[in-house]
């Protein structure tokens, strides 16, 4: 009941992106359709008499269906760079294969004796075609049309990956942050609305002859008006922002600076893993990344002044069960040689050399090790096992080596390591549900993220990086019994950025600047 | 009027029709007779190009088919089909109008020319006109086939099996209206069939193919009587008598029918000479007459005959 309740209440305060989402996602689902529709009727019905031609065209739309969606996505950012453009490029090929296919089966399934009768008639292919063979197969061809609205509808939330938009958005994000309310919020509606449409379409195709030549012409229009829902989320003069899931949650995130800062700047929603390349590209204007991303330096992005202060500093330390330490005391001493030795610089450089250089996280790890003289070769594993976690991005990749490399130098334990975890809390729940047993993560994550204080309570530590160490390591020990070792010395934080000559540009230094500019810009 | 010259189909490389050469005259029936395979349909589907003669000419008026174009030449053919190769999308008025939309008619026209054959082939225009076809009887079915076929006033009707799917009831039923049809008997037909009995129904003239080759053309009593060979006789055997009664008229046997009572024609029914030898014995047995009363046009004559009278002069019909 509470949750319905909750899940009301983040309806109501979020009614607009809802509504603009939805929109979006319909336009979405769409616009490739049409697309769709326009290629693959045709294409079906070229085909219907060519059966080599048929077998080759209907085997690739198969192998283009079978290709995961996000790998399709991946592969058409360098096609078509991020936003709408690849969003409806994939859809578009994911509704192909049923609107060929089922046009293919349609038109070759019309009865060979209504053909024959047509063509004694004394009618015309094109006659055959456009009044026996189309309007015969129309309901196997909405059939189809069916199908790929359905699947369009589910796999339009993908979009949210590269900054498409659509109910995506609420769903990733929801799930980074370990909203139920916030993944509810995109997924009901898209549930609602694939529901909707199939109920729609199965209606068409349940329709008398007759009616459905009227329906015939009724189609294209809604599909046509519906695909005009896509409105797109930036115009060509506003700077446009692009943000991850996570960040657009959490209060030293997109929240703060709406409460903070009042930035009003149209955003759309991005994986991390393509957000500082379309940057870079001129596709995004601002970003909301990490401060010692690799990235930064790669693609020469400038920090923006946090001047009101409201992405704290992090420490970074490992995370570690009571019970680990207790059992392997041996383990604190080893995690802790890391502590205090990797500064800011040294950090952005190791992620400089895994994003960028493209070298592996172990060669990053061991080459790191070495030039500090920490490197030990390993030592005949005989005790049990430790598990380390980490979170889906590079620099907790980096960190995970580095510390297993530790732990097999300098001990005899054994290490697994579990990469990849989603987001924060997935990360922390697996820690809690003792799936794993250490991760590196931030003070800033633990406070705002997991132990969500008062924003009084908030105010009073964020300014000093040390009071929120101190604070979170004692709050961790109560709540959850885990342990926060000693800080490996670097900072993450979050931090906006722009490419370094646009920021210069535009005079822009401080997030206050950019916020004036948006402002006298309108 | 319809001219086919050597018609010669191979089917990558096997031939299905070898040589075939007839004429059919304005008005007149030619029904293509034999067993499945032999090549009929192929022979017919020639005719108005919906297969293309390996070699060998077709002539409609003197002019060859292949000068014109197929969509054209069809258009003027009216077509009726086995399993009737109605439209299912199409209303039966829609059904009947497809030949006049394409020959451009208006509407008005058509609409009319639909009632009047909706009438005429004993379709409820008020029940039917909007009805899909399978929410007709086959009959009913067939019955519109027909009447799509005759809807332009083609000159030339091809039909390939019309009555083929229907049950052995309706179908003689349908036959025998459609046989009765004044639109029918104006038009130059050409019939696929591998029904002996409906070949004689017919009444014109028969062309007996096999293996893709013409065996004999001849009316019916022509293929009973002057079979060109032996494949003939055996083809027509078993159901001899059948078709000997239903092939040969009372004229044919006029000179032979013994006057049995020259006094009481008015006893039992009479019956003109140009029916056949079957129509009068079911005659008699309808009524249980005992003798009818024949009359010829001829000679103004009148014969009162019996049953054995006329089987008698059959028998003496066969032996000549």
Redesign the interface.
Same mark, same amino acid.
């Given at each position: 009941m509470n949750q319905q309740q909750n899940l009301w209440e983040f309806v109501v305060l979020q009614w607009d992106k809802l509504l603009s989402q939805t929109i979006t996602h319909i336009g979405l689902t769409f616009a490739s359709l049409l697309l769709a529709v326009l290629v693959g009727v045709p294409l079906g019905i070229l085909i219907s008499n060519k059966k080599k031609l048929a077998n080759s065209v209907l085997g690739v739309a198969g192998v283009l269906q079978t290709i995961p969606s996000v790998a399709l996505l991946g592969f058409m950012i360098p096609v078509f760079g991020i936003g709408t453009v690849p969003a409806v490029a994939v859809l578009f090929l994911y509704a192909l294969l049923p609107i060929i296919r089922n046009t293919h089966t349609g038109i070759t399934g019309v009865n060979e004796?209504?053909r024959?009768?047509? +063509?004694?008639?004394?009618?015309?292919g094109r006659?055959i075609l456009f009044q026996?063979e189309i309007?015969?197969a129309m309901p196997v061809m909405l059939a189809g049309i069916r199908t790929a609205t359905v699947v369009n509808v589910g796999v339009a939330t993908l979009a949210a990956y590269i900054a498409g938009g659509g109910l995506g958005e609420f769903i990733f994000g929801g799930i980074a942050l370990n909203n139920t309310n916030m993944i509810l919020a995109g997924a009901i509606p898209a549930a609602l609305l694939a529901i909707f449409f199939d109920f729609l379409l199965s209606k068409i195709q349940l329709l008398t002859?007759?009616r +459905?030549r009227k329906a015939t012409l009724i189609f294209p229009t809604s599909l046509l008006i519906l695909s005009s829902f896509y409105i797109l989320p930036a115009s060509e003069k506003s700077l446009l922002a692009g943000f991850e899931p996570e960040f657009m949650g959490r209060t030293d995130g997109y929240l703060g600076l709406k409460s903070k800062y009042g930035l009003k700047i149209p955003s759309v929603v991005i994986s991390d893993a393509v957000m500082y390349k379309a940057a870079f590209e001129k596709e995004l204007d601002v970003i909301g990344g990490y401060s010692t991303d690799g990235r930064l330096k790669a693609y020469n992005l400038t920090v923006l002044k946090d001047d009101k202060t409201i992405f704290p500093p992090y420490y970074a330390a490992p995370l570690v069960r009571n019970e680990v330490l207790q059992k392997h005391p041996e383990l604190e001493q080893t995690l802790n040689l890391l502590a205090g030795v990797i500064d800011d610089s040294s950090m952005t450089d190791l992620n400089y050399r895994a994003d960028i250089l493209k070298q592996t996280p172990e060669e990053v790890a061991s080459a790191f090790l070495k030039s500090k003289g920490l490197w030990r070769t390993p030592q005949d594993a005989t005790g049990a096992t430790i598990r380390i976690g980490c979170k889906i991005f590079g620099e907790q990749y980096i960190l995970t080596e580095i510390y297993k490399m530790l732990i097999q130098g300098y001990t005899s334990l054994k290490v697994e390591t579990k990469t990849g975890l989603g987001g924060t809390k997935i990360c922390f729940d697996a820690l809690t549900n003792n799936q794993i047993d250490l991760y590196p993560e931030y003070t800033g994550t633990g406070l705002l993220v997991i132990l969500q204080p008062s924003p009084q309570e908030v105010d009073a530590l964020i300014s000093s990086r040390e009071k929120v160490f101190e604070y979170v390591k004692m709050q961790f020990q109560k709540q959850y019994k885990l342990t926060w070792l000693k800080p490996i010395g670097f900072n993450n934080t979050y931090a906006l950025m722009m490419r370094s000559a646009h920021a210069r540009n535009l005079h822009i230094e401080t997030i206050s600047d950019l916020k004036n500019h948006i402002d006298t810009n309108e | 009027m319809i001219v086919a010259q050597n018609l010669t189909k191979y089917f990558n490389k096997a031939i299905a029709v070898k040589e075939v050469s007839f004429s059919v005259t304005e008005g007149e029936n030619l029904v293509l007779l034999g067993t499945s395979g032999c090549g009929k349909t192929t022979t017919l589907r020639m005719i108005?190009r919906?297969i293309e003669p390996s070699s060998g000419q077709v002539y409609v008026n003197g002019k060859s088919i292949l000068n014109e174009s197929?969509?054209?030449?069809?258009?003027s053919m009216g077509?009726v089909?086995?399993?009737n190769?109605?439209?299912?999308?199409?209303?039966v008025a829609e059904n009947i109008g497809?030949?006049p939309q394409?020959l451009g008619w208006d509407k008005k026209q058509t609409q009319k020319r639909t009632l009047e054959l909706l009438d005429k082939l004993q379709l409820d225009a008020e029940k039917h006109f909007n009805s899909?076809p399978h929410q007709l009887s086959g009959g009913q079915q067939q019955r519109v086939g027909l009447a799509?076929a005759l809807a332009a006033n083609p000159p030339i009707l091809?039909m390939d099996e019309p009555f083929g799917a229907l049950d052995p009831i309706t179908r003689v039923k349908i036959r025998q209206e459609f046989l009765n049809l004044d639109e029918l008997k104006r038009k130059t037909i050409i019939l696929v069939t591998h029904d002996v009995e409906e070949a004689f129904e017919f009444d014109d003239k028969i062309c007996l193919m096999d293996k893709g080759s013409i065996v004999q053309i001849g009316t019916p009593t022509e293929l009973l009587f002057k079979p060109a060979n032996d494949f003939i006789r055996n083809f027509l055997s078993h159901q001899r008598l059948l078709l000997e009664m239903k092939a040969v008229k009372l004229s044919h046997i006029w000179n032979t029918l013994e006057n049995i009572d020259i006094q009481s024609f008015n006893n039992g029914p009479v019956i003109n000479t140009d029916q056949s030898v079957w129509k009068v014995l079911e005659l008699i047995g309808l009524n249980k007459a005992t003798q009818v009363t024949i009359y010829d046009e001829k000679t103004k004559q009148k014969k009162a005959v019996s049953s054995s009278n006329i089987l008698n002069s059959l028998s003496q019909h066969r032996a000549t």
């Open positions: 004796s209504i024959d009768a047509a +063509l004694g008639m004394g009618m015309t006659q026996v309007p015969l002859p007759d +459905l | 108005n919906l197929p969509e054209i030449l069809r258009r077509y089909l086995q399993n190769g109605l439209f299912p999308h199409f209303t497809v030949v394409l899909y799509r091809l």
